[in-house]
């Protein structure tokens, strides 16, 4: 689960949320939502039985595209970067400040986060949880890693004793997965976001949360 998704209670809400939502109105379908770990989340949609997409703020990449379908992208994104302590870690020094041994850095296991910190700051350490809001919550981490929109979102609803010191561009989109011979849903899915956004609608989802 991606902080795109929230809990409210026992209900899942957020951007994501919406965007499915949407989809499943225009296609007439009631929508069910699932929860997973996000490492988990290609793996389930791939064999099938668990869930028939996904949306979690997933990073169309080539490797994912070897196991699932990706509908076309609903949110083009990057990577933001947060620190507890913004005196320390700034804009200017954090690529220098956080690639240091004895410094640990927060990550989204199986997340374009994860590697972009295993390959630029190779000599701090990676800590590794399941979800975004857990990189936030773990104190004894000095910088956490995640899209940006996920960060600004967590930011804003959860953390505000947290800075983001940097977003870092790479143009990564956010698509749904589909098995690989489910193209049938694919199409269906692809044909409502069009319609989704030639009608604003998802721009206005936008809006609404970031």
Not at 160 to 185: P, V
């Amino acid at each position: 689960m991606s902080s795109l998704v929230n809990l409210e209670g026992s209900d899942f809400v957020g951007y994501d949320m919406d965007v499915m939502k949407a989809i499943g109105q225009k296609l007439g379908l009631s929508v069910e939502f699932k929860n997973l770990k996000f490492d988990a989340i290609i793996p389930a949609v791939s064999a099938g039985g668990q869930c028939d997409c996904a949306i979690s703020g997933i990073t169309i990449n080539p490797e994912r595209k070897e196991q699932v379908n990706f509908a076309d992208g609903y949110y083009t994104d990057g990577l933001g970067f947060a620190v507890a302590d913004a005196q320390k870690y700034t804009k200017a020094n954090y690529n220098t400040e956080l690639n240091k041994a004895g410094v640990m850095i927060a990550v989204q296991s199986g997340t374009t986060g994860e590697d972009y910190v295993k390959e630029n700051f190779p000599n701090a350490t990676r800590q590794a949880y399941d979800t975004s809001n857990d990189c936030f919550a773990a104190l004894q981490c000095v910088a956490a890693i995640s899209n940006d929109a996920v960060v600004g979102n967590l930011i804003k609803m959860s953390y505000s004793s947290l800075t983001k010191i940097d977003t870092i561009s790479t143009g990564e989109e956010y698509g749904i997965a589909i098995k690989k011979d489910n193209k049938e849903l694919l199409d269906a899915i692809n044909k409502a976001l069009k319609e989704l956004k030639d009608e604003g609608k998802i721009d206005n989802i936008q809006s609404k949360w970031f």
